[in-house]
């Protein structure tokens, strides 16, 4: 009887054990099928990252050239210096080469000689002579591969207008960064297989992926043109004593842009570098914040991304109003005693004694204030400001560099006689430069709104037109 029960209880034992093992057994093979079927390609992965290294070949980005041709913006070839850990045979030795070699201290080379990464930089831009020093020294571990830095062989000319890039290759300001997509070339890529210890195999070599090089930016500028323009607004900056000046050269029947000229300017090669020596003197007093914003400004495009009020320019606008709507002619007379009265405001001619009697044209010629307050009230609100959207001044000019600007009008219903008096000789609303300059050419044009623009043609390596 009691053997009997001693079987019973070892056979029961026997079908829970046997029971546990199937339900792994189950268990392992769902996991098993749960890799395969789920997770296989995601430890695939992670298998490849393991085994795999990659290293950037970065693309050559670019050049920028006139529309003769001339390059204003290129690329160079530098080198890039890193390092593999795993394949660093000594630590020590490498990173005192490599300090000596690119003029780094031994502390900061050996604190990243021994980071335990995949692929660790060691410095970017690396002569061709400092790369082939460190090639003949032979250091197992340190990868040498192409780089490129930007490079404008004339310095500050256009500089507002060309921009710049930044250290990672890629358009920080003007025509750089509205062309980005062009000029940006694609990276390659060098993949080498390793074993777990990041060691590469022997045998396996290394795989090289092509990358593409930029497209070329042709643009309307002019180098002849661009050079002239900025030594008049120099000139003409320093004869009046102004803080700043513009000066733009645009062909009016189809708005190509030959010159922007700005002055002060930049060394586009040194972006960083403040031109302005009293700001200079104080400029490690400042907080970061101040010093991006005083940076800011020194790249700003005023012509594009500033509203001002245009004053006698703006007077062209008020006189194609009045003639196209047949309130005046070239002979018509009109007396300016210095100044006129609007509403119960005495408003000043320029010229304090007054130009006399004159006619339209005299008017247009000598600049009369008086005139041009007569001719934007006898147009009367609706019809000045239908001018007003005519010329689209409430609407960018759609040139092609970021950050353009809009001009600012008063509220029409805002707007009574001595508000539209001193807008007909341009004051009382704010535009951009480059909106009067529009303004200008559709007045000389026939009519026609132009779209300002740079940019000409975009060309691949082989100089073949792709847009």
């Known amino acids: 009887m009691k053997s009997h029960y001693v ?170 960064v509205a062309y980005d997509a062009y000029l940006q070339g694609i990276d390659g890529r060098i993949l080498s297989l390793t074993d777990a210890r990041g060691v590469n195999l022997e045998g396996q070599g290394e795989q090289l992926e092509e990358g593409a090089d930029g497209h070329v930016l042709q643009i309307t500028l002019d180098v002849n043109l661009q050079q002239y323009a900025e030594q008049l607004i120099e000139k003409a900056v320093t004869q009046k004593n102004a803080n700043k000046g513009a000066l733009i050269a645009m062909n009016p029947q189809n708005g190509e842009i030959y010159a922007m000229a700005l002055y002060p300017s930049f060394d586009l090669n040194t972006p960083f570098t403040i031109q302005d020596e009293t700001l200079a003197q104080t400029w490690d007093q400042m907080d970061e914040a101040a010093q991006m914003d005083a940076l800011n400004q020194m790249w700003r495009n005023w012509c594009i991304n500033d509203t001002y009020e245009p004053g006698s320019t703006f007077k062209i606008v008020t006189a194609s109003a009045a003639l196209e709507e047949g309130l005046t002619s070239l002979e018509e007379g009109f007396h300016c005693s210095g100044s006129l009265v609007v509403a119960d405001r005495r408003i000043r001619c320029h010229k304090s004694g007054g130009h006399g009697s004159l006619t339209f044209l005299q008017g247009v010629q000598q600049s009369c204030n008086p005139v041009f307050m007569t001719l934007a009230l006898r147009l009367g609100v609706d019809r000045f400001y239908e001018y007003l959207d005519r010329f689209e001044f409430d609407e960018k000019t759609g040139i092609d560099v970021p950050g353009e600007a809009t001009g600012l009008m008063h509220d029409k219903a805002n707007v009574g ?31 026609t709104m132009v779209t300002p623009h740079f940019g000409k043609s975009i060309m691949d390596s082989s100089a073949q037109t792709v847009l």
């Open 417 to 447: 006689p001595v508000e539209l008096a001193t807008m007909g000789f341009g004051q009382s609303l704010t535009i951009t430069p480059i909106q009067l300059l529009r303004t200008a050419a559709a007045v000389v044009n026939g009519g």
């Open 7 to 176: 079987n019973t209880i070892y056979r029961n034992r026997l079908r829970i054990l046997a029971v546990i093992l199937l339900v792994c057994l189950l268990g392992l093979m769902l996991r098993v099928v749960y890799i395969k079927l789920v997770s296989g390609g995601y430890l695939t992965e992670l298998s490849d990252e393991l085994h795999n290294r990659e290293r950037t070949l970065e693309s050559k980005r670019g050049d920028i050239v006139d529309r003769s041709g001339v390059v204003l913006a290129t690329s160079g070839s530098i080198c890039r210096v890193s390092v593999v850990h795993n394949q660093v045979e000594n630590e020590e030795e490498t990173a005192r080469v490599l300090a000596e070699i690119l003029g780094l201290t031994y502390e900061e080379v050996l604190e990243k000689v021994q980071k335990r990464v995949a692929l660790q930089i060691i410095q970017n831009q690396v002569s061709t002579e400092q790369a082939q020093q460190i090639r003949q020294a032979n250091l197992p571990g340190v990868m040498i591969d192409e780089n490129y830095d930007r490079y404008y062989p004339f310095g500050s000319l256009a500089a507002q207008t060309l921009g710049f890039v930044g250290s990672d290759n890629q358009g920080v300001v003007g025509l750089e």
